[in-house]
């Protein structure tokens, strides 16, 4: 059993930074990628960030030099920090993560979801 917890979300105001959580904790081998999305209302859910368990990074277009994904294995927790954000980033911010399992499956979980809302 595996289980993902966001927080981090809130209200903020046009340029300003918010960081988001997302603790991982249960019964897995490893980890294969991590990655957050987010959905608008009336929008399909878009991928904003991915990371490897190695650590290499891919961004969304609209979103590369103002986000960035980071992870901590020793506290189980990847982040996305996001900086001078704008009104098009309010959505639903989902974190989502492969694992590997002891007896060689591979499975996707998503968190719950955190609402961002960017606003004056």
């Known amino acids: 059993q595996v289980q993902l917890v966001e927080s981090g979300g809130g209200l903020v105001q046009p340029g300003g930074s918010l960081r988001l959580s997302c603790a991982f904790s249960g019964n897995f081998f490893a980890v294969n990628y991590m990655a957050w999305y987010r959905q608008a209302p009336g929008k399909q859910r878009e991928l904003v960030a991915t990371?490897?368990?190695?650590?290499?990074?891919n961004y969304a277009g609209v979103v590369k030099g103002r986000f960035t994904i980071s992870r901590d294995f020793a506290s189980k927790t990847v982040y996305l920090e996001m900086n001078n954000l704008k009104p098009d980033d309010t959505a639903v911010y989902y974190c989502?993560?492969?694992?590997?399992?002891?007896?060689?499956?591979?499975?996707?979980?998503w968190g719950q979801g955190t609402q961002v809302t960017v606003s004056s």
């Open positions: 990371i490897t368990s190695g650590g290499s990074t």
């Open positions: 989502n993560i492969d694992f590997r399992f002891f007896d060689g499956r591979t499975n996707t979980y």
